[in-house]
């Protein structure tokens, strides 16, 4: 028996050798199973052996163990776990890095202003958009803007990724906690926080999408470009969404001419304007002071200087330079688009739109805005043309004193530098808000005989064809006349073609062409009288007939040449188109006037001297100057104008110590009336008229001003020539005293009268012994009542309304300082007349009125 195993001692035994592995409670002689032959054997015992445990995918609580190891997790498990939990993590990150995209400041504010200067570089209005933001490139933002930014803000901006992991653990505990939220922490985050304006709510979600962007700006995106962003997009106070904006609220400047103390001034605004603004904001804190808010502004800055030294961003001597506060100035209040500030800011938009081929500024990139556009006009010359205007209409004009004569009454202005072409000042109405049309720019109103140096003009350039040659050789053979030439001043005049018969109109009727007041002037019985003084009367039939002998084709080309646009022109087929049936604006009218006032050197009008963007300036104009008329030309006209202000209609122009050239206007039916004179450094169009100006009204209607201001007929030597003294009066204060060039002779003595037979009489009388000099005076050689004798220096009072004789009326005009009106054909007055005059046809820019 020394090989047969012990048995079991007892049950217990057998029960824990089974717990150990057995297949049966009681081993046996023959094996583990009870009955003899093994466990399958016929001695098999009761119990039977444990199947192998199904295998779990995670082991926990550990098989095989007991009592507390059972609960200890394998280094298996834990390492997996942590592998696990660190690729959620990365796959979490990775769709949200995928789902973000980098945010574009350009698109985050697509409703920019743009920005008007006046012509000193001052802003003029901020407009176009709800925020005042300009985005400018990095070029255009000085160096020690940056770094003083960085300096203060983000010293490692530069190097780090873009996120600063231990603010952001902060700001995430603060918002889940409910705590106080906190921005970004590096000039990323900053950026990425501007950009996202849309969404500024104070959520977890946020936070953790801006951590993801924050990410992605940081690896994808250029750091001078993400600096960039930043300074445009961030918030320096005074409504000013970056940089630029910011440099205009504060300093009045672009932010590129910013130096280092204004820069270091302006990223203390940063930390948040109410509290660092000088100008102090005490509806908002009571603690904001100025004097709390200066102080705080001025350790800021020293501090951000300072540190720009300590990070080699600044010398230390440059440094030194600021040490007090930079001269900042008042913030601007919100300005609405009224007063002129309307007409001004549609005539710039205007002039860039409808020369968009030169500006590159269409409609589309106005209204995207984000420009900066440097107008030509002058605050000061606005404020004053506004102000003698408004001192003209208040103590003359009243609607409800006279409510049928003096409502609807319209004024309308603008002032040209005659070297340039630039539009120095306008006058467009009341009120932009108030009325919509603006009236130096466009009216429909006709200019009256302020077309006669024109007239004169291609006379001395051209001169007047030769009578004794047919059509073809006449426009060949000409002689340029002299301002001495001899015309015939006589009412109801037989207007004639070059080769002497009279001009007849396609009904075959005769042209009568009628003086202002049926006024015969010049000595009877032919009423000869020269140019110069026909221009200082403003005779009529002088001026037509010239027109003809001239030619209406080359009339038409001389005002062409002086800038007037042909859209603005009436018909040149009738005699009366050189007495002005055409309406330019008082805009196109001061430039072609300004033309001879610079020796006949031509310029366009133009309103937008300079227009930046982004990207830096983006049109700047250039002087196209052209040469129309020969200085001799002009300044002879110049020379005759001069004597229509020193002694004609146009006295109420007169500047002390100042030569002035100007002419009057009044138009038949006294329904507009002008004055157009200028200096040698600036050329002003004043009109006057009255409209029934319904601006939802498809058709407006000119009215007559007989009785309007108290006055029984408006003519240009009237209200329009006093605003013009007025204005020009305080516009030239100051500047030198200039005077006209010397005109050279020129042309040849048209007409002259022949030397007449010396006849022996011991009783000469004055009658009978012509003048040798054929420039004889108005009240010599005139047998009806003068303008003089019926209107007093400047016309005014006049009585006879005129223009009523031979042939219609209201086709044209003239003015004589008391005197004016134009007669026509009926059939010219039915197509060419007064319902011209009624239509609007544009402005200066946008449509035909120049």
Request: charged share 20%; hydrophobic share 30%; glycine share 12%.
């Amino acid at each position: 028996m020394g090989g047969e195993e012990r048995p079991y001692g007892g049950r217990a035994d057998a029960r824990r050798a089974a717990q150990r592995g057995g297949g049966s409670r009681r081993r046996t002689p023959d094996g583990p199973g009870r009955g003899p032959g093994g466990p399958n054997g016929p001695g098999r015992g009761r119990g039977r052996a444990t199947p192998p445990g199904k295998k779990r995918l995670i082991d926990y609580p550990r098989a095989g163990k007991y009592g507390a190891a059972r609960w200890v997790p394998s280094w298996k498990l834990v390492s997996g776990l942590f592998i696990g939990f660190i690729g959620s993590l990365v796959a979490v990150a990775g769709i949200g890095y995928a789902m973000v995209s980098v945010p574009n400041v350009a698109q985050t504010a697509q409703a920019q202003n743009n920005v008007y200067y006046w012509a000193d570089g001052t802003q003029m209005v901020a407009t176009g958009g709800e925020t005042n933001r300009q985005i400018v490139n990095l070029s255009q933002i000085p160096q020690a803007m940056r770094y003083a930014v960085i300096s203060q803000e983000n010293k490692t901006f530069y190097t780090d990724s873009g996120i600063d992991p231990k603010g952001i653990a902060r700001a995430v505990f603060n918002m889940a906690t409910g705590g106080q939220t906190q921005g970004g922490s590096t000039i990323t985050q900053q950026y990425v926080k501007n950009a996202r304006l849309d969404d500024q709510s104070q959520t977890v979600s946020r936070k953790f999408k801006e951590i993801f962007i924050s990410i992605k700006v940081g690896a994808t995106v250029k750091k001078d470009d993400i600096l960039a962003g930043y300074l445009n997009s961030a918030y320096y106070g005074r409504n000013a969404y970056g940089i630029q904006a910011a440099a205009r609220a504060y300093f009045d400047k672009d932010a590129v001419k910013l130096n280092p103390g204004e820069c270091a001034f302006l990223a203390a605004m940063l930390k948040g304007a109410t509290y660092y603004d000088p100008e102090g904001a005490t509806s908002i804190d009571t603690s904001a002071t100025p004097t709390a808010n200066s102080a705080r502004a001025l350790r800021q800055m020293q501090d951000t200087l300072d540190k720009m030294v300590l990070y080699n961003h600044l010398s230390a001597s440059e440094r030194a330079k600021y040490t007090t506060l930079p001269k900042w100035k008042n913030s601007r209040s919100n300005t609405r688009l009224s007063g002129q500030v309307g007409y001004l800011v549609d005539l710039a938009n205007s002039y860039l739109v409808t020369h968009s081929d030169k500006t590159h500024v269409s409609q589309d990139v106005l209204q995207r805005g984000g420009l900066s556009i440097y107008t030509t006009f002058q605050k000061k010359k606005v404020d004053q043309l506004e102000s003698a205007v408004k001192k003209v209409q208040q103590a003359n004009i009243k609607p409800e004193k006279r409510p049928k004569t003096d409502k609807f009454v319209q004024f309308g202005g603008a002032s040209v530098n005659p070297t340039s072409g630039a539009i120095e000042a306008i006058y467009g109405g009341e009120d932009a808000t108030k009325h919509f049309t603006d009236n130096a720019d466009q009216t429909g109103a006709q200019v009256g005989s302020t077309f006669k140096p024109f007239v004169l003009a291609a006379a001395m350039k051209w001169g007047v064809r030769n009578k004794d040659l047919g059509p073809e050789q006449a426009q060949d053979e000409r002689t340029v006349v002299s301002p001495k030439s001899l015309y015939s001043g006589k009412n109801k005049l037989k207007i004639k073609n070059y080769d002497g018969t009279v001009w007849t109109d396609k009904d075959d009727k005769e042209w009568l062409q009628t003086n202002d007041g049926g006024e015969s002037v010049g000595r009877a019985p032919d009423y000869k009288i020269d140019l110069r003084e026909a221009m200082r009367e403003s005779v009529n039939s002088v001026y037509v007939q010239l027109g003809m002998d001239v030619g209406l084709d080359k009339v038409k080309q001389s005002v062409l040449d002086a800038g007037i646009l042909d859209s603005s022109l009436a018909s040149s087929a009738f005699p009366s188109f050189s007495i002005g049936t055409s309406d330019p604006s008082a805009i196109r009218m001061a430039g072609a006037y300004a033309t001879f006032a610079a020796s006949g050197k031509q310029n366009d009008p133009y309103s937008v001297d300079k227009v930046t963007s982004k990207d830096g300036t983006t049109y700047q104009h250039t002087k196209a100057t052209k040469q129309p008329y020969t200085s001799a030309v002009a300044d002879n006209v110049t020379d005759v104008l001069k004597t229509v202000v020193d002694k004609g209609t146009g006295t109420a122009a007169r500047l002390p110590g100042r030569e002035v050239a100007g002419k009057t206007g009044t138009t038949d039916g006294n329904k507009s009336a002008w004055f157009v004179g200028y200096t040698p450094q600036l050329s002003t169009a004043i009109g006057m008229y009255r409209m029934d100006d319904d601006e939802k009204s498809k058709s407006r209607t000119f009215l007559e001003m007989y009785g309007t201001g108290g006055q029984d007929k408006i003519h240009g030597a009237s209200f329009p020539a006093e605003i013009w003294h007025d204005y020009m009066a305080q516009a030239l204060q100051g500047q030198p005293v200039e005077s006209f060039p010397t005109p050279e002779p020129i042309g040849e003595v048209v007409n002259a009268a022949p030397s007449p037979s010396v006849t022996p009489s011991p009783t000469p009388s004055l009658t009978q012994s012509p003048s040798p000099t054929p420039t004889p005076t108005r009240s010599q050689l005139t047998a009806p009542p003068t303008p003089s004798d019926t209107c007093g220096n400047f016309g005014w009072g006049c009585t006879n309304n005129g223009g009523n004789n031979n042939g219609g009326t209201d086709t044209g005009g003239t003015d004589t300082g008391g005197t004016g009106g134009v007669t026509s054909s009926p059939t010219e007055s039915a197509g060419n007349g007064n319902t011209r005059g009624n239509g609007n046809n544009g402005g200066l820019f946008g449509g035909p009125n120049g």
